[in-house]
């Protein structure tokens, strides 16, 4: 294998004698390896382990962006040259590009277990237990879906300005999911996820943690389908932080807001935007979350964002392209799925922060609410949001009640942020995977509190 320091020092003096042929130009090379264990059913559905080196091209003349990739550094040399001169076919504008300084930095990652030294028959029966956990909890359960997943990589990162940059990442992850079938052919589902980003000790002695999946599974199929009609909603932190994420973190991301003159309208910086309460921060800062970085995919130093504070519109999510034609910081959000992809504007750890309420005080004063828990599926359509909780439940004289089922929540983001009347003192941060511009899962992580909303539209059956 080839070491570090060689890397490092072959891919600078490959992009040498082409820095000045265009405005911009950079080099991704990414080195990894990965295990993936995947049970369906009692059937062991896939076993994979594979190593790759592999990287992209990108160059900028006069505005106009190419990406080549490559899968070995023979000819690397001969890919520089295709991007250069695709880059100067297309280009017919003015490069406008946010300065950063060059970095030179070597970012390792601190292992506790790691799962590299672990074999693969002991990933294997690890999981097959819990799936078995799955299996028998109930003898309504009628399939499950349950994976593990490990990938360590080296990306190394090169740029015309000088930058030479190379960032390990470790990311481990257990998948637990479950089908329930009840009477009348009722179907609901269930699912948990552990995740590190330094650790295969994570998924040791979880038993309680893979069996919940199956315990909100089969709790779901006594609940009736809730009644349709506007309710206060009070949101769980892991449901608010998908809601962040989806309805409003999307609309902060630059390159949307540039090419939508409405959304240019809409979100002037500096704009209040929802009750004074709210802040909303987008941090890749935040020690060991699934999208933490020191550095993103352009070698910009990673940043805590706040996108609202204290209910007024502060910042965008900027790649160097879109903050140097806004004419605005680079905030450290280039990302891409791998270094076969080129670098978009993406989140990284996103959420509300915590206020003062407690989640008692928070539905005590509700006659007749919804509370709803966890996130089933959703879509955004611009500032117009359908989500639907995979539990539900009534709150009835401020205290919680029967299961309800089918809840689904629409309404439009800025109203919504207005309606916010309570924020809750326990945010927590849950992983996830984002999907943007066919890269997807992009690992992230959601995060929020307890929160409460007037004037939803609750739909059911």
């Not at 300005?161 to 998948?175: F, H, N, P, W, Y």
Request: with cysteine.
């Amino acid at each position: 294998m080839v070491t570090s320091l060689s890397l490092q020092d072959r891919l600078l003096e490959t992009i040498a004698p082409y820095r000045q042929q265009v405005d911009y130009l950079e080099i991704r090379l990414e080195q990894s390896e990965s295990t993936s264990i995947g049970y369906r059913g009692k059937q062991l559905d896939a076993v994979d382990r594979s190593f790759a080196l592999a990287g992209g091209v990108r160059a900028c003349h006069r505005g106009g962006w190419s990406f080549v990739t490559f899968n070995g550094l023979a000819d690397l040399q001969q890919r520089i040259e295709e991007a250069i001169a695709q880059a100067k076919i297309v280009g017919k504008e003015t490069t406008e590009l946010a300065e950063i300084a060059p970095i030179q930095d070597y970012v390792d990652v601190e292992l506790g277990r790691d799962p590299r030294g672990i074999a693969l028959d002991t990933k294997r029966a690890l999981i097959e237990q819990y799936n078995q956990i799955l299996l028998e909890f109930d003898p309504r359960i009628q399939t499950t879906m349950t994976g593990y997943s490990d990938r360590f990589s080296t990306t190394y990162f090169v740029n015309s300005l000088g930058s030479c940059i190379a960032q390990e990442r470790l990311d481990v992850s257990g998948r637990f999911g479950v089908i329930a079938r009840g009477e009348g052919g009722v179907v609901r589902q269930g699912f948990e996820s552990i995740h590190s980003r330094s650790d295969y000790g994570v998924l040791e002695g979880v038993e309680g943690q893979v069996r919940s999946a199956a315990e909100r599974a089969v709790r779901q199929l006594d609940a009736k389908p809730v009644k349709g009609g506007q309710y206060t909603v009070v949101l769980d932190p892991y449901l608010s932080g998908v809601f962040i994420h989806e309805a409003f973190g999307h609309l902060s991301e630059a390159d949307f807001v540039y090419e939508n003159p409405r959304m240019q309208e809409l979100l002037v910086l500096g704009k209040p935007i929802a009750i004074p309460q709210l802040n909303v921060v987008d941090d890749a800062t935040m020690p060991g979350l699934p999208g933490s970085l020191k550095y993103d995919d352009e070698g910009v130093p990673a940043q805590r964002k706040y996108l609202i504070k204290d209910g007024i519109l502060t910042q965008r999510l900027h790649n160097r392209e879109t903050a140097g034609k806004l004419h605005e910081e680079p905030t450290g959000n280039a990302r891409a799925l791998s270094a076969l992809y080129p670098p978009i504007v993406r989140m990284t750890n996103t959420g509300i922060e915590s206020g003062d309420c407690k989640f008692e005080d928070m539905i005590r004063d509700v006659e007749e609410g919804v509370y709803a828990v966890r996130m089933l599926g959703g879509q955004t359509n611009g500032e117009m949001f359908t989500f639907a909780a995979a539990e539900g439940y009534m709150i009835r004289n401020g205290q919680l009640a029967e299961p309800v089922s089918d809840v689904t929540l629409s309404g439009n983001v800025f109203q919504t942020l207005k309606d916010i009347d309570a924020i809750g003192d326990d945010s927590v941060y849950k992983n996830g995977g984002c999907g943007k511009g066919g890269q997807s899962p992009l690992p992230v992580s959601v995060g929020g509190p307890h929160v409460r909303i007037n004037n939803v539209v609750v739909g059911g059956r």
